[in-house]
């Protein structure tokens, strides 16, 4: 006896119990990784999702419930296509500390030239008398 199409792809038959097509139930264990908050591959997962309602307070930042909580609790992971995207914020984020390291030298260096030689802040570096020296 041939499969029910209909019934394989909805998981219902319009004919119900007057079908003449076979309604074969698939037991697929549930899939983990959707269980956990995320499948990366989505629809074409061979194990089974299981959609929960998920915890709107642990969506804010705290739930009160715990891991008792009977709703789900997402832990969803950073947005990317794969290594490549994951290689690529890897060297913005190089980038980004050695950009910060400079700028800390930089600071330290500047503050260690205020001590040493007094402050500076004037572009011309002259104050006081010598600072109109060529209308003596």
């Known amino acids: 006896m041939s499969e029910c199409q209909f019934f394989k792809q909805n998981g219902y038959c319009q004919s119900d119990d007057n079908c003449l097509y ?59 296509k794969g290594d490549a995207d994951e290689k690529e914020r890897d060297k913005e984020r190089d980038r980004e500390k050695e950009r910060r390291e400079r700028v800390e030298e930089l600071e330290r260096r500047e503050e260690e030239n205020r001590r040493e030689f007094g402050r500076r802040d004037r572009r011309s570096g002259r104050s006081g008398k010598w600072k109109n020296r060529r209308d003596r």
Do not use: I, S, T
């Open 22 to 80: 076979l309604h074969r139930r698939e037991v697929r264990p549930p899939c983990e990784a959707y269980e956990a908050g995320f499948c990366k591959k989505g629809p074409q997962c061979e194990n089974r999702h299981v959609r929960r309602q998920a915890c709107e307070f642990y969506m804010c930042g705290f739930c009160p419930d715990g891991r008792g909580c009977k709703k789900v609790h997402l832990k969803v992971p950073a947005l990317g």
